[in-house]
């Protein structure tokens, strides 16, 4: 299967404390993308990293992506309570194909 | 950004009837929708790949009999599904790619499927 692995499966921290979500995955990709999930919601893109980046900034959102090791990390800076969602990292081959997602708790 | 719709936004039936799930690009054309599936507190599993004007391209393990994908025009796929079940009870999730130079996949809201 091309299904990612993220970890931590949940993260809770403070409002202001950076959170660091990993994603892992398996075959080759043309690039990494970053979701986010409220509660019984849709989907909201958040960033987009190809594979012939390392790094990608947007906002308070920092993506890394190493494809020698096949894995990538999302950083939220200066997090919010509105940040409270889930996160999800897709591999895009010749189709999207989801990671299993950490459900992060930003505690005001 | 492009907008994708789903209708309905939640629907309950009794066990053993059909229901279909629409998603529809607004602004702009797709030769191609993906079909998603979730759980509770889960990841989104693709069920389906849906083609304009061809059949549609299932996962290993999901039932095409079970779960018809109708792709008529570029801005419109549909998913029925049949003879459904509380087992089927779940979070349906389209998405839709932009056939311009982007080719970015955009998602719908889901529906929500309740099965008595």
């Known amino acids: 299967s091309q299904q990612g692995e993220e970890d931590p499966q949940a993260l809770s921290i403070q409002e202001g404390e950076n959170a660091t979500m990993n994603c892992s995955y398996k075959t080759s990709i043309n690039n990494l993308q970053w979701y986010r999930q409220n509660s019984g919601r849709g989907l909201v893109h958040l960033i987009l990293i190809r594979s012939n980046e390392r790094e990608k900034h947007s906002g308070r959102l920092r993506v890394t992506l190493d494809t020698s090791k096949k894995s990538s990390s999302l950083l939220i800076t200066a997090s919010r309570a509105a940040d409270t969602a889930s996160y999800f990292c897709a591999t895009h081959g010749n189709k999207l194909v989801f990671g299993a997602g950490t459900i992060l708790r930003v505690k005001s | 950004g492009a907008v994708v719709s789903q209708h309905p936004s939640r629907v309950i039936c009794k066990s053993g009837t059909s229901v279909k799930i629409e998603c529809r690009s607004l602004?702009?054309?797709?030769?191609?929708m993906f079909w998603y599936r979730q759980f509770p507190k889960q990841s989104l599993m693709l069920m389906a790949t849906?083609?304009?004007?061809?059949?549609?391209?299932?996962e290993q393990g999901v039932e095409k009999d079970k779960f018809l994908i109708n792709h008529a025009s570029l801005t419109l796929s549909t998913l029925t599904v049949t003879s459904a079940h509380p087992e089927d009870s779940s979070f349906y999730i389209c998405?839709?790619?932009?056939?311009?130079?982007?080719?970015?996949?955009?998602f719908g809201p889901g529906t929500r499927l309740t099965v008595l």
């Open positions: 602004d702009f054309q797709a030769t191609t």
């Open positions: 998405s839709a790619r932009d056939n311009g130079g982007v080719r970015e996949q955009f």
């Open positions: 849906s083609n304009e004007g061809s059949k549609a391209t299932y």
